[in-house]
């Protein structure tokens, strides 16, 4: 990571109290939605869609880490919509991209089988933070759901 | 009641699967309902105490294959009567019937699908192919409906696996473990707003015409329920146990 991404992400999650030692040792961090918006003490609400997917990550062994894993004290919160809220993940290391990419794909590709003949698409919600020497990236998406795949396969690409 | 033999295998439980779901084939071709019913009821009865104290002699992965099979039998109950509660040639006539059937295709479809990643051949095809054509029929006939959802939030919640934090244990939800599904169970839930979408996550949120009271000031009110506590597998739990999101 360069010194100056460093200096940003772990100014952000100063803020909210995150040792930034802590945050060293993570390739990929899954935290709540606008979390760069908050400050300590704040609400912080995590949708159960990024912890389950901060946990499949774990499963294929990237080092992930969720709120749980740098000492936020978070809410939860689940929509019984359809749309699909993955939060923010931040990535901080660009070798962790492919499997990320895979893992995410996988997931959501679970998520939009259609569950009735003439159901319209599920939405994505999620912010993608990439800071590391080789590239720094954000992307805010609110959309279907096919086209934030598209997009992220687009960064395994780069 | 079937008693389970005390040399209960795998094997046996595999073939008696398979000959239960022939037989409920074929009574379900000869449209005999009450038979099927009593054929999935005999099924799930003989399996679900051994099942539910894990009492059985098999591996614990086991007990995986077994909960499938159960909710696939449970589907195909389910399946039953849908076809008993639509049998009549004027049932769409008749808002109870309407709404009991959408609900009980609803709890139909959850559970194949869920069953679906191990149970294949000519019955849930069969069922597959019924319950798309009466999800066509829903959709001519009442459109593809509005529906309520509920946004909830929670103070944490504790995996329904291990006990501990949701966020820090490694189980992953929707997964199977030793026979049972991971999910979080929320601590101190509240909910913070209801919306109205044509993409629920839970389609039995429905929101009929003929429930709406249109108002002097032109406000409509409708008395719906706005959640359901349905699982796949509530039919296999103690009611002591909690419900989970």
């Known amino acids: ?158 | 009641m079937n008693r389970l033999s005390p040399n209960f295998s795998m094997e046996e439980f595999d073939s008696n699967t398979e000959d239960t779901v022939g037989s409920w084939l074929e009574m379900m071709l000869d449209e005999r309902f009450q038979d099927a019913a009593d054929l999935c009821d005999s099924f799930i009865e003989k399996y679900r105490a051994g099942f539910q104290e894990r009492a059985l002699k098999i591996e614990s992965n086991e007990y995986n294959d077994l909960l499938v099979v159960l909710v696939f039998i449970k589907g195909l109950f389910d399946y039953v009567q849908l076809c008993k509660l639509t049998s009549s040639e004027s049932w769409y006539n008749n808002k109870d019937y309407i709404e009991s059937a959408w609900i009980k295709l609803c709890d139909c479809r959850e559970r194949l699908v869920f069953s679906s990643q191990s149970c294949r051949g000519e019955a849930i095809d069969l069922v597959f192919r019924s319950l798309s054509k009466l999800e066509e029929f829903y959709l001519h006939t009442f459109g593809a409906g509005n529906y309520v959802s509920p946004g909830i939030e929670f103070e944490g919640g504790l995996c329904s696996i291990c006990n501990v934090d949701f966020r820090a244990c490694s189980h992953v939800p929707g997964g199977l473990y030793e026979g049972a599904i991971c999910t979080c169970r929320p601590i101190n839930p509240s909910f913070n707003h209801l919306a109205l979408v044509d993409t629920p996550k839970d389609p039995r949120c429905r929101i009929w015409s003929w429930n709406l009271q249109e108002n002097p000031d032109k406000s409509v009110t409708t008395m719906m329920p706005i959640l359901f506590a349905f699982s796949v597998d509530d039919f296999l739990r103690d009611s002591s146990t909690p419900s989970s999101i």
Not at chain 1, 113 to 119: I, L, T, V, Y
Request: with cysteine; charged share 30%.
């Open chain 1, 1 to 158: 990571m360069s010194i100056q991404a460093d200096a940003i992400e772990c100014g952000l999650l100063g803020k909210l109290g995150v040792d930034s030692d802590a945050v060293q040792k993570y390739q990929v961090l899954c935290l709540p939605q606008a979390v760069e918006y908050l400050r300590e003490g704040s609400d912080l609400v995590d949708s159960t869609e990024s912890i389950t997917l901060s946990k499949l990550l774990k499963q294929e062994n990237i080092a992930c880490a969720n709120s749980y894993d740098l000492g936020l004290d978070t809410k939860l919160t689940e929509l019984r919509g359809l749309d699909i809220y993955v939060g923010c993940i931040w990535i901080r290391d660009h070798a962790a991209v492919p499997a990320v990419v895979a893992i995410l794909s996988r997931f959501l590709g679970d998520k939009i089988q259609e569950w009735r003949k003439g159901s319209k698409k599920s939405q994505v919600h999620a912010e993608l933070k990439i800071t590391d020497e080789k590239i720094s990236a954000e992307i805010e998406f609110n959309g279907d759901t096919e086209a934030f795949l598209k997009v992220i396969k687009g960064l395994k690409d780069e």
